[in-house]
């Protein structure tokens, strides 16, 4: 019988522990300090790698499954593969969440000839990894363009398991519509359909968000009638990335149409359908209908909110509007709806933009400016009305200097500051 050998181990305690490292005596708790005292070298650890053979085989099974699971985390996989291949020739044959840790940090670090290797030796071992496995291995296929493994593994998993094969579809699906491979992710929906599976909401979404990221504003829509067509409901993620679609090409009638048929009585969602119809007035500045629509939206019951608010405030800053933007100020207050940024930013701009910097203060006084300036408003937003230059301005200010906790009154005063530079810089020119 083989001794085992012994590893020291740095301890803040004056006597030093020692810890045996036997290849299959290593228990769970040992692989745990071989974690936390990572002060070994490989090579040494193969070199002095002897075993109690009089040991039990399960317990061997148990601790080399997770010595490799802990060498793999531990970014070593030479020296886990060196252990696969002496684990194999002592008759010991690793189990799939073994194999499975192995293989998927070979794929993600790029090491894809080896990873194929082991799920090859997976799939003709009658057995299949756990769905999270798969989808960290197709994940990884997907990050480099490599899609027609992605394909081979759905058609391997087809002949080996049904019960997790509408999974794996929704993976691959998913695989190849985030890197824009509609066609593939086209012909693998009817490849599932065929095989008597049901496109459900998750799937049926996925397509609108992919189609609207990738493809045409037509390929969008035609997407969306086959959703309706089939008596599924677009989702809020599916809402969003239509709209942000057509803000980006700057159809907002084809905005406004579209949440109409969504249907704007639709509470799941928020305030989101009615903020978008709002958004598509004030972006080409139809201020009747925006106001015509956000009193058909309050007689409806939905509650506005802060980008409600601010959707109106920009149309009526850029418009002038001083009377309408302070009577949207006071429905603010009476909501309970505390102002932000992009509020703020409405009133300088629209004070500053006419010369009217004297009476700043009389707009700002009902409002607490000594209050940490944050941003709260939705993104898509800025997509339709931009930003404004105090907001710009402070933005820059609030990102070079994050330490700082500023207030909306403080970064007034800098702006202020520096609006009256640069008037005297050009007049002095």
Known sequence: MHRCHSLSLSSSSSSASCLPVCFFSLRVRDAHLLRLHWNFKPKSMLMHCNYERSLDRHDNYRDCAS??????????????????????????????????ALMVWYANNGLFPQAQAIWEEIINSSSVPSIEIISELIDAYGRIGCFNEVTRILHQVSLTDSSILLEIYALAISCFGKRGQLG???????????????VNSDVGNAFIIYYSSFGSLTEMEVAYGRLKRSRILIEKEGIRAMSFAYIKARKFYNLGQFVRDVGLGRRNVGNLLWNLLLLSYAANFKMKSL?????????????????????????FSRMSLFWDLHVS??????EAVFPDLVTYGCI???????????????????????????????????????KGDFHLSSEALLEFNRQKKWTYKELIATYLKKKYRSNQIFWNY
């Open 348 to 386: 300088v701009d629209a004070y500053l933009d006419r010369r009217l910097g004297r009476n700043l203060d009389f707009a700002l006084s009902k409002m607490d400016t000594n209050d940490q300036a944050v941003t709260s408003t939705d993104p898509f937003v800025f997509e339709a009305l931009g």
């Open 291 to 315: 106001q015509r629509e956000f009193l058909a939206m309050v007689e409806s019951g939905f509650q506005p909110n802060l980008t409600t608010f601010n959707i109106r405030a920009l149309a």
């Open 67 to 100: 010595l490799l699971r802990a060498l793999s985390r531990k970014n070593l996989p030479y020296v886990a593969s060196k252990l696969l291949f002496k684990m194999k020739s002592e008759g010991l044959q690793p189990d799939n969440s073994t194999l499975s």
């Open 184 to 198: 593939m992710m086209e012909n693998t929906l009817k490849e599932m359909v065929s095989k008597g599976f049901p």
């Open 329 to 334: 100020l006071e429905h603010m207050k009476h």
